[in-house]
C-alpha cells in the first residue's frame, strides 16, 4: 500500500523520529500507526529520537590501517559526555564503526548510515547506532568519516590524547623502512599538534592568496600609524605578513617541532628522503579533533535544580 506524506508527517510528529524511519516503519506496518509506533520503539528509534537534541561534543577518533598500510580510515563518533567517551562498550562500538567504514563505499555519512550493518546484517548502521543510544543513555552520533589509500607508499595513522585527536598521512615513497615510517609518524605527531590547514603553500589557491591580501591591505590602511604611507610600501609589508601566515598554514613551510634547528618540516622530510636514498612526497593528510565546530552547550546545575523546585 502506498505510504502518504501526511502519515510519515504524524508518525514523526508522535515519535519524534527521523523521516526516512516513519516511513519505513509505516511500510513494514502496511499504515498502522500504533504498530508503526511499536516498531520504532523496538528498533531504538523513538527513544534515541527523544535524545537527539542532546549536543554530543564529546566522543573518540579511532583510525584503522590495513596490515599493509596501504588503506586506512578515519572516524569521529560523539557522545555527550566524556565519561561515556571513556566506557569500554563505547570503545567496542567506535572500533567497531571504524571497521564497517574502512570497508564502505558510501561518499557520505548520509549513505553510510542507510547501509546494512556488518555486524547485524538485520539491520542498518543507523539502527544499530539507535540501539547503542538506548543501551548507552546518551546522545550519539555518528559525524564523520575519512579514507586514504596510497598503493606507492603507504599510510601513517597517529592517535593523540587517547583518541580527541585522530590523524592519517598520505606518504609516497619507494623505500619504505623504519627510517622513513619513523619520519611519517613524526609528521603525522606534527599534524596533530599544529593543525596545519594546508599540505604546501602551492596547494592554497590563488583566490585565496588575494582575498587574504586584500583583507591585510584594508587593516593596514585602517592602522593610524600608516596613514602617510604609500599603496606600494604597505603591500608590500602585507605580503610578508601573508607569507608569514601561509607558513603557519602549510604543513611543509611549518617549523618542525621536533627540530633542533630551525628546519621546516619540508626540509625534515627531504633530509630523511637524503640519507636513505629514497624519493618521498607527502600527498595529503586529514586530522579529526573530537567535537571541533560542535558548539557545547553551558549547563547551570544551579540554575536548572531552582528550575525543579519551582514547579
Known amino acids: 500500500m502506498a505510504i502518504t506524506a501526511a502519515e510519515v508527517k504524524k508518525l514523526r510528529e508522535t515519535t519524534g523520529a527521523g523521516m526516512m524511519d516513519c516511513k519505513k516503519a509505516l511500510t513494514a506496518t502496511e499504515g498502522d500507526m500504533d504498530k508503526a509506533v511499536e516498531w520504532l520503539r523496538e528498533k531504538g528509534l523513538a527513544t534515541a529520537q527523544k535524545k537527539a537534541s542532546r549536543v554530543a561534543a564529546e566522543g573518540l577518533c579511532k583510525v584503522l590501517v590495513s596490515e599493509d598500510a596501504k588503506k586506512a580510515v578515519v572516524v569521529e563518533v560523539n557522545a555527550e559526555t566524556d565519561f561515556v567517551a571513556k566506557n569500554e562498550k563505547f570503545q567496542g562500538y567506535v572500533a567497531q564503526v571504524a571497521e564497517q567504514a574502512m570497508e564502505t563505499e558510501a561518499p557520505n555519512v548520509e549513505a553510510f548510515l542507510a547501509e546494512t550493518w556488518k555486524f547485524d546484517t538485520t539491520k542498518t548502521v543507523n539502527e544499530a547506532l539507535a540501539g547503542q543510544i538506548a543501551v548507552i543513555g546518551e546522545n550519539m552520533n555518528i559525524r564523520r568519516f575519512a579514507k586514504v589509500n596510497e598503493e606507492n607508499g603507504f599510510v601513517a595513522p597517529y592517535t593523540h590524547m587517547g583518541g580527541k585527536i585522530g590523524v592519517l598521512v598520505d606518504v609516497e615513497t619507494d623505500v619504505v623502512n623504519d627510517a622513513v615510517k619513523e619520519m611519517a609518524n613524526n609528521v603525522a605527531m606534527q599534524v596533530a599538534a599544529m593543525k596545519p590547514v594546508?599540505?604546501?603553500?602551492?596547494?592554497?589557491?590563488?583566490?585565496?592568496?588575494?582575498?587574504?591580501?586584500?583583507?591585510?591591505?584594508?587593516?593596514?590602511?585602517?592602522?593610524?600609524?600608516?596613514?602617510?604611507?604609500?599603496?606600494?610600501?604597505?603591500?608590500?609589508?602585507?605580503?610578508?605578513?601573508?607569507?608569514?601566515?601561509?607558513?603557519?598554514?602549510?604543513?611543509?613551510?611549518?617549523?618542525?617541532?621536533?627540530?633542533?634547528?630551525?628546519?621546516?618540516?619540508?626540509?625534515?622530510?627531504?633530509?630523511?628522503?637524503?640519507a636513505n636514498g629514497a624519493k618521498i612526497t607527502i600527498k595529503s593528510f586529514v586530522r579529526f579533533e573530537t567535537g571541533e565546530g560542535i558548539e557545547k552547550r553551558e549547563e547551570n546545575f544551579a540554575e536548572e535544580v531552582a528550575k525543579q523546585m519551582n514547579q
Do not use: F, H, W
Not at 592568496?209 to 593596514?220: D, M, R, S
Not at 608590500?236 to 607569507?243: A, I, Q, S
Open 198 to 274: 594546508y599540505v604546501s603553500t602551492d596547494d592554497v589557491s590563488e583566490e585565496y592568496k588575494q582575498k587574504e591580501l586584500a583583507i591585510l591591505v584594508a587593516q593596514a590602511k585602517n592602522d593610524p600609524k600608516n596613514a602617510s604611507k604609500p599603496d606600494n610600501i604597505i603591500e608590500k609589508m602585507v605580503t610578508g605578513r601573508l607569507n608569514k601566515e601561509l607558513k603557519e598554514v602549510c604543513l611543509l613551510q611549518q617549523e618542525y617541532v621536533k627540530a633542533e634547528n630551525k628546519e621546516n618540516v619540508g626540509q625534515y622530510v627531504a633530509s630523511v628522503a637524503k
